[in-house]
């Protein structure tokens, strides 16, 4: 349920409501909009129609309306304008769209610096690099674990570039909030509820991935998880979708922008790379996710994707990477955003 207040609402009103909100059994996420203040009230309690009355009427209740979506706090129900969050010294959400680059796997030191200050200087807005790898075969490259940590917290102070990277379960959890700025919640790991609501606890901003197999809806309610433990700051990323074509390795479901936007108060953004796995397609499918109403793009720059460890074949040259960026501004302008 959705409790809004009334202007006249003093914070002591405030907290005897949320005080009586818990005392029923729900979570209470209080948002404090420009004129009004709402609390979204969360739980499964059998009594909740009876519970609503007695809410409606204490003292700064305005009104008490159920939310009727199965995803709850991150519905526009809930919260009807965009949310946005810092991420380090930049801002996810909102007219700006966001620009996440970098290589998939931190391989060497000099390996993500030079990638970073190619990325800082084309254009991203946050460094990403994964330490911890979920790849199909164990026989390749699993990352470097702390020390790809280290080097990605390096490289990212050097360019003063905020950080998202992967964390791959819970016992790694603590490790990777040590060093991240935002935690990428990998494809494989979308549904993994366990892992959400350990991640939700943290605060830290989330980059929650689509599974190659979760519905619009199911990835709805996965981000739920986060969002009921408390942990608002999250935004969603599509990365492509298990289909019967073969010709790409996933197919980027373009639909999945402005369905979520219609569902989600949560910024979403676009992962090209991902989506098709050739690196001659980022390109127009990252315009075409601009143009969708995506928040912002998730891109793979590699300095020397011949070599690279993991993902080379979506990796983008740091020049193309650029000439992206500049054509993805003319986009992002002629839809009213900033780039
Ligand atoms: C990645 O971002 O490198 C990655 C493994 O992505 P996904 O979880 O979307 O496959
Ligand atoms: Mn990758």
Known sequence: MIIVLKETATSDDLKKIVAAVKKYGYSAEVVKGESKTIIGAVGNQKEKQQHMNLIGQLPGVEAVVPIMQPHK????????????????????????ITVIAGPCSVESEEQIIEI???VKSGGATILRGGAFKPRTSPYTFQGLGEEGLKLLRKAADLVQLPIVTEVLDIKNLNLVCEYTDMIQIGARNCQNYALLKAVGKTKKPVLLKRGMSTSI??????????????NMSVALCERGIRTFETATRNTFDINAIPVLKEKTHLPIIADPAHGTGYWQYVSPIAYASIAAGADGLAVEVHNNPEIALSDGGQSLKPKKFEIMIEKSKIIANAIGREL
Do not use: M, W
């Open 73 to 96: 706090l991150g519905s526009r129900e809930f919260k009807h304008d965009d949310s946005s969050f810092a991420v380090g010294n930049t801002t996810v959400g909102g007219n700006k």
């Open 116 to 118: 970073a200050k190619a």
């Open 217 to 230: 809806n199911e990835f709805l309610l996965c981000a739920e998880y986060l969002l009921a433990e408390g």
